[in-house]
């Protein structure tokens, strides 16, 4: 069982713009900067998309988007694309040098 | 441009061990936190642990503590990830990553496929 939370589904429409939360506690997600988020595509391994909460590697879409108000982190995709559908994972640092995953949220496009 | 070779599927009895590998070809794990994270069909995603090879410092997830050992040999730019006293539930896909730090992990394996059956 993971330590954090995150919606187990979330869809929209082409065009539309979605946002997938992330809470845990003050602990991990609000205590540390270092939350990220990684997009799955099915029999794919995973893609980082942010890190610390807000930043975007190189190459990634300037539609995905990071932020984080108090133990709650939030990615959101704007412009939803039939591409973006996959599942998103928040990642989060908890203590020690250990990290956990969100449960992972399957995001479809109507 | 760094890839990360995993080695090839296993197929465990319970109660055994395996020994997986993951080889940074065109790069080096060297500066750079390296993640395992593992994931049973049609499950999330979850970290087991990791290091940062020029360090001898290595984290382990809670779940994993006692059974797992995660180990680098830096001269062949090769990280291992060993499980230990295997049950079926540990059938699933293993990854590697790299990245600058444990939360930026920007390049991953491709997988392992370990089976755990009887």
């Known amino acids: 069982q993971s330590a954090l939370t995150q919606p187990a589904s979330v869809s929209g429409s082409p065009g539309q713009s979605i946002t997938i939360s992330c809470t845990g506690t003050?602990?991990?997600?609000?205590?540390?900067?270092?939350v990220s988020w990684f997009q799955q595509h099915p029999g794919k391994a995973p893609k980082l998309i942010i890190y610390?909460?807000?930043d975007r590697p190189s190459g990634v879409s300037y539609r995905f988007s990071g932020s984080r108000s108090g133990n709650t982190a939030s990615l959101t995709i704007s412009g939803l694309q039939a591409e973006d559908e996959a599942d998103y994972y928040c990642?989060?640092?908890?203590?020690?040098?250990?990290?956990?995953f969100g449960p992972g949220t399957k995001v479809t496009v109507l | 441009q760094v890839q990360l070779v995993q080695s090839g599927a296993e197929v465990k009895r319970p109660g055994s061990s395996v020994k997986l590998s993951c080889k940074a070809s065109?790069?080096?794990?060297?500066?750079?936190?390296v993640s395992w994270v593992r994931q049973a069909p049609g499950q999330g995603l979850e970290w087991m642990g990791g290091?940062?090879?020029?360090?001898?410092?290595?984290h382990y997830a809670q779940n994993f503590l006692g059974r797992v050992v995660i180990s680098a040999d830096k001269s062949s730019s090769t990280v291992y990830m060993e499980l230990s006293s295997l049950k079926s539930e540990d059938t699933a896909m293993y990854f590697c990553?790299?990245?600058?730090?444990?939360?930026?992990?920007?390049?991953w394996g491709l997988g392992t496929l370990v089976t755990v059956s009887s």
């Open positions: 290091l940062i090879p020029i360090y001898p410092t290595t």
């Open positions: 065109g790069g080096t794990f060297s500066g750079y936190a």
């Open positions: 610390e909460v807000s």
């Open positions: 990642y989060s640092y908890i203590s020690a040098g250990t990290y956990v």
């Open positions: 003050s602990s991990d997600v609000g205590g540390y900067d270092y």
């Open positions: 990553a790299r990245g600058l730090t444990g939360d930026r992990l920007d390049y």
